[in-house]
């Protein structure tokens, strides 16, 4: 019983921090504690002469150490914490689970190219755009940026909101910090290329199936917030459920399309297709149509249905956490 009401009241003062203050740069993060063992460990393993399956096992002996490294640090964190008193057990818990959202740091990095494309500085679109994608910005025009933009805030609605909430539901910080450990493993090392391909197996597969079940409930909700926007001549719940259906796996990934889908469908745009990663053009299919040109204002839109979506999840993680104490105690 008191674990399950520390845990809703640990989720609902996490979700508030994270919408109050975001992620402040130069604080210690436990992500990029996590990426930066990350990349400790690939220098120390990856090497270019191994054999495909001497890198995919490499990569799955990373895995394995940096889910222990977190998941012990976490436990061994919360376990002296809630020793010493339940109010700073409650504290460190509640610090985790606000580090593990990103739903307002997302919003600020993507309104930055907003901001960036509404002054009609595209060198400093493409800088602000690169902190948030994976892909090779040189190339990006006007358009090619508020794609990039408002595909990475479609996904992440996914993997960065709904996901780690989904998580600290089921196991409090620990399975929120278990999600982000490989959320972050998959976005440094998951890459289909040939530097990657073997080392990074591992990793992009277990994050294929983490984020199996958060990323359909998160495209459900985000279909559901469309319903809920305003003006609606702007958001199309119906064309969402449309391009959801028919596009959800137009994807490497079985997950990413999810929201990208749905957001495509809401906002009536074509995203996704070809892109450059490393030096080299990866083809991709295209997710959504074409029925208007992308424009800088689609990246406030889909911070819209970011944040619809992120209350919603919070809502029905909340909801299930008091059905379990009515449950407990009827």
């Not at 609605?157 to 409090?172: H, I, N, R």
Request: charged share 25%; proline share 4%; glycine share 10%.
């Amino acid at each position: 019983m008191t674990v399950i009401a520390n845990r809703s009241l640990c989720l609902l003062i996490g979700f508030v921090l994270d919408l109050l203050l975001g992620d402040p740069h130069g604080l210690p993060h436990p992500v990029r504690g996590i990426g930066a063992l990350v990349g400790a460990l690939e220098r120390r393993l990856l090497r270019t002469r191994d054999s495909g399956r001497m890198k995919r096992v490499k990569g799955a002996v990373m895995v394995f150490i940096v889910l222990a490294a977190a998941g012990g640090l976490t436990v061994l964190l919360l376990t002296i914490a809630y020793r010493m008193h339940r109010g700073l057990g409650l504290a460190a818990e509640s610090l985790l689970c606000y580090q593990l959202l990103a739903v307002k740091s997302l919003r600020t990095e993507s309104m930055d190219v907003y901001r960036a494309l509404r002054d009609g500085d595209i060198e400093r679109a493409r800088r602000a755009v690169s902190m948030i994608v994976g892909r090779d910005t040189e190339r990006l025009d006007t358009a090619g940026i508020a794609r990039a933009a408002v595909e990475t805030v479609a996904e992440n609605t996914s993997d960065g909101v709904a996901a780690p909430l989904f998580y600290l539901t089921l196991g409090g910080a620990l399975g929120g910090m278990f999600c982000k450990a490989v959320n972050t493993m998959d976005s440094m090392v998951g890459y289909k290329n040939d530097t990657y391909r073997d080392f990074g197996r591992c990793a992009a597969k277990l994050d294929d199936a983490v984020n199996f079940l958060p990323s359909r409930i998160a495209a459900v909700l985000m279909i559901v917030t469309a319903a809920l926007c305003k003006p609606k001549s702007r958001y199309s719940a119906r064309n969402a459920l449309r391009i959801f259906r028919r596009d959800r796996y137009r994807h490497a990934s079985p997950n990413s399309a999810q929201t990208e889908s749905v957001c495509a469908g809401a906002l009536g745009l074509k995203l996704a297709g070809d892109a450059w990663y490393f030096g080299r053009k990866v083809e991709k299919p295209w997710i959504g149509d074409d029925t208007r040109p992308i424009e800088p204002e689609d990246i406030p839109r889909a911070n819209r249905l970011l944040y619809g979506t992120a209350f919603l999840m919070w809502i029905l993680c909340e909801g299930v956490l008091a059905a379990v104490l009515g449950v407990i105690l009827p």
